[in-house]
């Protein structure tokens, strides 16, 4: 699924040939921000930035299932933050305030959200940049850009678990890390965007492989 400034797109995984294409629901503010699919719908969840909202898509025919009203004054981005991601019960919102790092947890089934952490920049776990989230079975990783590092939390109750990386070209540092996944088996993906790789790692962060080449 690719998200423009007008329009959600949805692509087939096997050709990549486009399947169907929606124009974003609210005309007075069509930028499109962060995506995520729930796992056990198939909902594709899409923040639109400038009001905070979240729509809720098929999986099949972008048909609009529903939308979650956020607000614009609470914090610097949005209510729901511009980093998306999901389990099989929430969709997980990462914001960065001015000092502080919210995580914003919303239920699909019904246009609430719950208030999860915050957490002051003069901690050991200051975060600078958050650039991608992702769910591991009981935690949330989150990349932290500027500080080359993954962060690891309890997705329930925000509890630090700890962090993985370094600044750095060797194996199992980072040079603004981006992108972050996780495949069947807990192995984590990061995209490491300076050093053009991806690396591999285990679900405790453990360093595994890399692969890519600049180019």
């Known amino acids: 699924c690719v998200v423009t400034n007008l329009n959600v797109s949805l692509y087939s995984a096997t050709t990549g040939a486009l399947v169907v294409t929606t124009a974003m629901p609210n005309t007075l503010a069509p930028f499109g921000g962060g995506v995520c699919v729930q796992p056990s719908t198939g909902y594709i969840v899409v923040l639109n930035d400038n009001y905070g909202h979240l729509y809720i898509f098929s999986d099949t025919s972008l048909t609009l299932l529903g939308s979650v009203t956020g607000q614009t004054t609470l914090l610097q981005s949005s209510m729901f933050g511009s980093h998306l991601t999901a389990d099989s019960t929430y969709v997980y919102g990462i914001i960065e305030g001015s000092t502080t790092l919210y995580i914003r947890r ?110």
């Open 106 to 215: 919303i239920t699909l089934g019904a246009p609430t959200y719950s208030f999860m952490i915050e957490i002051p920049d003069t901690t050991s776990t200051t975060i600078s940049a958050p650039e991608d989230a992702a769910i591991n079975t009981d935690e949330l990783l989150i990349t932290d850009k500027s500080n080359n590092r993954v962060l690891r939390y309890n997705k329930d109750d925000g509890t630090v678990i700890g962090t993985f990386g370094s600044a750095g070209s060797g194996n199992g540092q980072f040079n603004s890390p981006r992108g972050i996944d996780v495949d069947a088996s807990g192995n984590i993906y990061v995209a490491d965007y300076t050093n053009n790789r991806i690396q591999k790692f285990s679900s405790t962060g453990t360093y595994s492989s890399k692969f890519g080449i600049n180019g």
